[in-house]
């Protein structure tokens, strides 16, 4: 079993940056793949970002690519979403999650098993 616990939300200007944490716990080596969702209210889930454990392969929604970044620090077991130039629209509550597979066009984690409470970013003037 695995246990996450996002951080790093809060309050941004329209253009500015923002990093958010997912420390990892429990059986952290077993995962396939982890990466970042988002879900604003009225809207559906959104795939954010994926890194694939065994080889660091990284992917990224549309709406985010260019402007977001994955990352990870294997030796603090914590998964990093850099996101600068942050827009209005990128306004949500972040969850990380340890995923299954990667699937999709173009492709994002799935198949999510574990995700942890989420962090609320909101991007305003």
């Known amino acids: 079993q695995v246990q996450l616990v996002e951080s790093g939300g809060g309050l941004v200007q329209p253009g500015g940056s923002l990093r958010v944490s997912c420390a990892a716990s429990?059986?952290?080596?077993?995962?396939?793949?982890i990466g970042w969702f988002r879900q604003a209210p009225g809207k559906e889930r959104e795939g954010v970002s994926c890194?694939?454990?065994?080889?660091?392969?990284?992917y990224y929604a549309v709406s985010v690519k260019g402007r977001f970044t994955i990352s990870r620090d294997n030796a603090k077991n914590t998964v990093y979403l850099q996101m600068k130039s942050l827009k209005p629209e990128d306004t949500a509550v972040y969850y990380c999650?340890?995923?299954?597979?990667?699937?999709?066009?173009?492709?994002?984690?799935?198949?999510?098993?574990?995700w942890g409470q989420g962090t609320q970013v909101t991007v305003s003037s």
């Open positions: 999650a340890t995923a299954t597979k990667v699937t999709g066009t173009p492709p994002q984690c799935g198949g999510y098993d574990y």
């Open positions: 429990g059986s952290t080596l077993n995962y396939y793949a």
């Open positions: 890194l694939v454990n065994a080889d660091g392969t990284t």
